[in-house]
């Protein structure tokens, strides 16, 4: 049954990419701003499908803990699932993504009509200096910036070193920090067809406040996110999933 779920998804979940990409072209030249809502749309329907098609849901908890004002999304990173839910949730974020995903066809160049940063790694310091101008003019308007800082997906247990880049705009940007934890792996492993019916849970943590030396932040920001993922895997697979 999962296998088939996952085929009915994955066919309708195309479908939408096809209509979405053909019917809205014309907005890439027209109205960009209409095609910056596309990919929003996009993460919306995919939710829809993976909830009625799927049977896997993601549960948001500690909203909370949002700060009022301009705050940095360091976001544990397993699955798609996540990207879908922080589209939706946060629409008029600035989301750090990587260079391979904006040079993709279609989805990129919708990406490209969004107030994403597409990283290049190989540029080194002058790639970080480029984020750090973008990100604070994000900050001064108010909004909201979400990173993966892990830079990468990983499978539940997996640990890999935490990026740099993270503490240079956690110091340069003087906004609090709200580390993210998640389970969304448990249910769509990363780089795998099927996807298991159940609810994944995404937990925004206590924000991590400004100023505290970088050493100090990397490692409260590394403890809260991996602490709180290892807590919500095991409430996972204590209510009987792998």
């Known amino acids: 049954?999962?296998?088939?779920?996952?085929?009915?998804?994955?066919?309708?979940?195309?479908?939408?990419?096809?209509?979405?990409?053909?019917?809205?072209?014309?907005?890439?030249?027209?109205?960009?701003?209409?095609?910056?809502?596309?990919?929003?749309?996009?993460?919306?329907?995919?939710?829809?499908?993976?909830?009625?098609?799927?049977?896997?849901?993601?549960?948001?908890?500690?909203?909370?803990?949002?700060?009022?004002?301009?705050?940095?999304?360091?976001?544990?990173?397993?699955?798609?699932?996540?990207?879908?839910?922080?589209?939706?949730?946060?629409?008029?974020?600035?989301?750090?993504?990587?260079?391979?995903?904006?040079r993709l066809p279609v989805v990129g160049w919708f990406i490209s009509t969004m107030d994403f940063i597409a990283i290049d790694r190989s540029a080194g310091l002058a790639a970080m200096r480029r984020i750090l101008v973008h990100a604070a003019t994000v900050t001064n308007e108010g909004r909201c910036m979400v990173i993966f800082p892990e830079g990468t997906r990983t499978a539940p247990g997996e640990r890999v070193a935490y990026q740099r880049g993270v503490a240079g705009l956690y110091t340069a940007l003087g906004v609090p920090v709200v580390p993210v934890a998640l389970n969304s792996g448990i249910f769509w492993p990363r780089r795998q067809f099927r996807k298991r019916s159940g609810c994944a849970v995404m937990a925004f943590l206590e924000a991590i406040p400004p100023a505290l030396p970088r050493t100090r932040f990397m490692e409260e920001l590394e403890s809260r996110i991996e602490t709180g993922t290892r807590e919500l895997i095991a409430e996972a697979r204590n209510r009987g999933r792998p």
């Open 1 to 102: 049954m999962t296998f088939i779920r996952s085929c009915a998804f994955l066919t309708l979940s195309l479908g939408v990419m096809v209509f979405l990409g053909v019917t809205m072209m014309p907005t890439l030249l027209l109205a960009r701003r209409l095609a910056a809502r596309v990919p929003v749309w996009f993460a919306g329907a995919q939710l829809f499908l993976l909830d009625v098609v799927a049977g896997l849901r993601i549960e948001v908890r500690g909203r909370n803990n949002l700060p009022d004002g301009p705050a940095l999304i360091a976001v544990k990173h397993q699955s798609a699932l996540e990207t879908y839910a922080l589209l939706r949730l946060f629409p008029d974020a600035c989301f750090i993504i990587k260079q391979e995903i904006a």
